[in-house]
């Protein structure tokens, strides 16, 4: 499962660990992604997305519908 949000679009951050030494090796901070199942009325049929936690607020807020609204007019498949 790739850590890109499907809502957010929010992917890993790069950058480096630094050590009591001062010695930097390469890390990343994944966002908090889950894969969930939504019941989508319009479609007929639930939908599995890969979100963020932060996406799962906006579906909250906006309502399952919308998001697969906006998910759609960006062109993705679902």
Known sequence: MSAICQVTG???GFGKSVSH???RTSRRWNPNIQRRRFYVPSLGRTVTLNVSTKGLKII???GIEAVVARIKARGEKI
């Open 21 to 23: 030494s001062h010695r």
């Open 60 to 62: 909250d807020r906006d």
């Open 10 to 12: 929010r992917k890993p």
